[in-house]
Structures are given as structure tokens and as C-alpha cells.
């Protein structure tokens, strides 16, 4: 009975852990993999070995994630793991290689574990996949047997790596239920599956993250209002716009573009202050996601990418994203008289935003 205590309480306690530097470091390792993003993936790759990843997990998540995500993006990771560690070692930075796992005992049957691995990750139901028998022995026999059977990262740790993958990849939102399942039954707490889509927004992508946050509702049966993002390798985020801050609501970040524009990119529902240019026309060039501009005393405009404005000198305005999606806009300045300059006003309150729909 005390051990079946003490394993009860290591069981509670392991599921109200968060994600270890481990784990999260597995997280941009494996959606940047899925991505096929090798230098994302190189980067990830060094913050892991800098957060004590070994060698041996990294190579065992990427060599995993062939079921996942393909032999040709595994194999090209596993390349930039090559080329990663061999990097480190010119330099003098450490690597540790890490365990390999144990050798499997001599009547290993991959076809019994495998159920076994399968059916605890479905929540003690067991699943045949009768439409394809091959494909459900692939599963079982070599998936959840001969992979997961190597003990060179837990069960967790392979539905962390998976999670993450998943997310990454556009259309599979039933497979990510499933696993976002498949995780917490694999003793991945409710806490450190919320942790995942913020490491995958900062080192991964907003989209990625908004994926997996939309199944992370679905199975936990909680309200989900999904936000349309951006890709921002086609117009850049740039940096946190730190310098104008005190002028928005929320979050924004502006890249410098050629010809004097900037690329301002807004979070869901940040918006600047009302605002006036004094001797100048500013004009904005919606290229991505969805915004507002509103003159003072007008109804607001929808924005959308193509949308153009030209805002007349001395109009009192404001220009943000909508409360569901990013918002990206091209601005530059034209008919500029001397003496031109900004004129920074009140904020633009959640009673006024709100009524937008």
C-alpha cells in the first residue's frame, strides 16, 4: 500500500509540473523541424544544448518525427543536428552526447507493446485502424513499439515533441486532438500543454500557436474565438515598437522597408491613439490580416490587404488591428511641408473599439 501511495504522489506531482527547459526546448526543435525551417531549426537546436538537451534526445525527437512529419524533413534535420554539433565543438561550446536507450530485451514483441503503448495513449481504449490493416500495424508494430519503446526520452517527452510537430502542419487539426489527448494521458499536465502554444508563438510562429490553442480548447471543452494570423516571412514583424509604446493599446513592432516605408505589425486588438499629422499626408497600404481606421466624428473602415488610405493633414484619427486577427500595414508620409510633426492624443477606448464588429 505505501507504494502504491508513493507512486500515486509521484504521479500527481508529475502531472502538475510544467513544461521542463527540456521539454521546451523539444517544442521549437520539433515544429521548426515540421516546418522544414532548417535555420530555425539550428537555432532551436542550440538553445536546447544550451538548456541541457543531450545530443541523444535531439536525435531521437527528429528521428521520431519521420512518422510524423516525413523522411525528407527528418533527414535534413537530422543533417543540421550534424552540422549543429560539429559547430559547437569547433567553438568550444559544450554538447553532451547523452544516453542511447537500452537494448530491447531478446523476446521484445513490437506488435504487443505497441498496442499497449497505443491503447494507454487512447485513454485505455483500444484502437484498430480496420480501413487499413497495414497502416494500423505500422502503428502499432513500429510507431508505438519499436519508437516509443526506446527509452531515451519518455512518453511525454515524444507527445511534446509530437504536439508541437502537429501544430505546425496545416490541416491536421483531428490528428492534433487527438494527440493534444494521446499527451495528457501520458501524463503531459493541462498546465504545461498551455505553456506550448506561447513557446511556439515566440519561437516558431503565431500561426502555429493559434492552431494548437484552437484543439488545446476543443479537447478541454472550453470556448475558443479563433484569430487569423500572418506570415511574416512574406512581410517582416520587425522589433517591438518599444520607442512609440506609450502611443498604443497592446502590442506592436514596425520593420524599416526601402523608400522611407515601415511595416507596422499589430496584435489582435492593439490600436494606436487617436493621432493627428500636422503638414503631411500619411498613407497606409493594409498587406495582411484584418484593421480598422476611423476619423474622428466618422464611421470606422474595414481593412483588408489591398485596402489604401490616404489621411489628410490635420484629421484626427486612429488606424489598429481587429479584435480577431493581426494586422499588418505599409505607412509612409508624402506632401511633407516644413514644419511637419505628430500629435499624439488620447487613447482609443474599449467602449469605442468594442462597438466595432
Not at 516525413?70 to 554538447?95: C, D, M, T, W, Y
Not at 502555429?208 to 475558443?224: D, F, H, I, K
Request: glycine share 8%; charged share 20%.
Amino acid at each position: 500500500m505505501l507504494a502504491s501511495l508513493l507512486m500515486m504522489t509521484l504521479q500527481t506531482n508529475a502531472q502538475d509540473m510544467a513544461l521542463t527547459t527540456r521539454q521546451q526546448a523539444l517544442v521549437a526543435i520539433a515544429a521548426t523541424e515540421a516546418k522544414g525551417d532548417i535555420e530555425g531549426l539550428k537555432a532551436a537546436l542550440n538553445e536546447g544544448f544550451a538548456a541541457g538537451l543531450t545530443a541523444s534526445e535531439a536525435k531521437e525527437a527528429l528521428s521520431q518525427l519521420y512518422a510524423y512529419t516525413g523522411f525528407p524533413r527528418s533527414l535534413n534535420a537530422l543533417g543540421a543536428l550534424q552540422q549543429v554539433i560539429v559547430e559547437r565543438k569547433e567553438a568550444g561550446q559544450r554538447v553532451d552526447a547523452g544516453r542511447e536507450a537500452d537494448p530491447l530485451p531478446k523476446d521484445y514483441d513490437p506488435l504487443s507493446q505497441g498496442t499497449e503503448v497505443q491503447t494507454r495513449l487512447c485513454g485505455g481504449q483500444p484502437f484498430t485502424y480496420a480501413f487499413a490493416p497495414q497502416t494500423d500495424y505500422y502503428l502499432k508494430a513500429h510507431l508505438f513499439g519499436d519508437i516509443f519503446a526506446r527509452n531515451n526520452l519518455s512518453f511525454a517527452d515524444r507527445e511534446v515533441v509530437t504536439v508541437s510537430a502537429i501544430s505546425a502542419l496545416p490541416g491536421c487539426e483531428p490528428q492534433l486532438q487527438a494527440h493534444v489527448s494521446g499527451a495528457r494521458n501520458m501524463g503531459v499536465s493541462d498546465e504545461a500543454l498551455r505553456e506550448i502554444p506561447a513557446q511556439l508563438e515566440a519561437k516558431v510562429g503565431a500561426a502555429e500557436a493559434e492552431q494548437l490553442r484552437g484543439a488545446l480548447a476543443a479537447v478541454l471543452g472550453e470556448n475558443y474565438s479563433p484569430v487569423q494570423t500572418v506570415d511574416f516571412s512574406v512581410w517582416p514583424k520587425g522589433e517591438p515598437n518599444t520607442a512609440y509604446a506609450q502611443y498604443f493599446v497592446g502590442n506592436s513592432y514596425l520593420a524599416s522597408m526601402e523608400g522611407g516605408m515601415a511595416n507596422v505589425t499589430f496584435e489582435p486588438r492593439c490600436r494606436n491613439n487617436w493621432h493627428i499629422h500636422h503638414k503631411q499626408v500619411q498613407v497606409l497600404i493594409c498587406v495582411a490580416g484584418r484593421g480598422w481606421y476611423q476619423e474622428w466624428g466618422k464611421e470606422a473602415v474595414p481593412m483588408t490587404p489591398g485596402t489604401i488610405i490616404a489621411i489628410p493633414a490635420e484629421v484626427k484619427h486612429w488606424h489598429g488591428a481587429a479584435r480577431d486577427s493581426w494586422f499588418q500595414h505599409l505607412t509612409y508620409h508624402k506632401d511633407v511641408q516644413e514644419g511637419a510633426s505628430n500629435e499624439w492624443l488620447e487613447a482609443v477606448t474599449d467602449e469605442i473599439y468594442d462597438k466595432l464588429k
